[in-house]
Nanobody, 123 residues
Framework: VQLVESGGGLVQPGGSLRLSCAAS????????IGWFRQAPGKEREGVAC???????FYSDSVKGRLTISRDDAKNTAYLQMNNLKPEDTAVYYC??????????????????WGQGTQVTVSS
């Protein structure tokens, strides 16, 4: 069972990135997927989640700039990040939680985690 994030990197303010979260060893379609991030010196925070039924949820800090999606045929979830700001700099993690969710949910409620991918927003 594994989640692997990719797509991170260095981008200028105002730029875009798309993160991917590829699942192996289990079927992603019965899970809800969350994206979390941890900036240096800060606690990890949830930024987006897409439920098993397709409903999506966002934190106020990213609403309107980040879009979460999923392609169950590819066993992969995505986080499209637009208009990036320096404060978006963090390690981004995806996580899977079995079943339907009605919010981003707390970290402890997720079953599987990826290793993280670094996103740096800087000029």
């Amino acid at each position: 069972v594994q989640l692997v994030e990719s797509g991170g990197g260095l981008v200028q303010p105002g730029g875009s990135l798309r993160l991917s979260c590829a699942a192996s060893g289990f079927n992603l379609d019965v899970y809800s997927i969350g994206w979390f991030r941890q900036a240096p010196g800060k606690e990890r925070e949830g930024v987006a989640c897409i439920s098993r039924d397709g409903s999506s949820f966002y934190s106020d800090s990213v609403k309107g700039r980040l879009t979460i999606s999923r392609d169950d045929a590819k066993n992969t979830a995505y986080l499209q990040m637009n208009n990036l700001k320096p404060e978006d700099t963090a390690v981004y993690y995806c996580a899977a939680k079995w079943g339907i969710v009605v919010s981003i949910m707390e970290e402890y409620e997720y079953d599987f985690w990826g290793q993280g991918t670094q996103v740096t927003v800087s000029s």
